[in-house]
């Protein structure tokens, strides 16, 4: 499984974009996917998490509200719409994919490149 992250930019605060992350192999609609942050210096932080069914979502407390995931499985991909971006959500983003949604970043068996996402103040 090959996953491959892209829609990342740079926007104001209070901006919105839509991350994207398509997939290539076999068997998407039976993964979970995610999606992590890494800022500058700091530690791969949880961002959300969707179940393969899309039932079960998880968001981290700090994009709570804000940010939304969401998948196509017929398109096998999987979105993060990111609105009321704060400079604090700059980072690079990546989606992962997994056999459960978690927070935790070893949960995942497949991780994309990553898409940079600036928030200018």
């Known amino acids: 499984v090959q996953l491959q992250a892209s829609g990342g930019g740079l926007v104001q605060a209070g901006g919105s974009l839509r991350l994207s992350c398509a ?56 979105y993060l719409q990111m609105n009321s971006l704060k400079p604090e959500d700059t980072a690079v983003y990546y989606c992962a994919g997994g056999t459960r949604p978690t927070s935790v970043p070893r949960g995942y068996d497949y991780w994309g490149q990553g898409t940079l996402v600036t928030v200018s103040s």
Do not use: C, H, L
């Open 23 to 78: 997939t290539s192999g076999r068997r998407f609609s039976s993964y979970s996917m995610g999606w992590f942050r890494q800022a500058p210096g700091k530690e791969r932080e949880f961002v959300a998490a969707i179940s393969w069914s899309g039932g079960t979502i998880y968001y981290a407390e700090s994009v709570k509200g804000r940010f939304t995931i969401s998948r196509d499985n017929a398109k096998n991909t999987v």
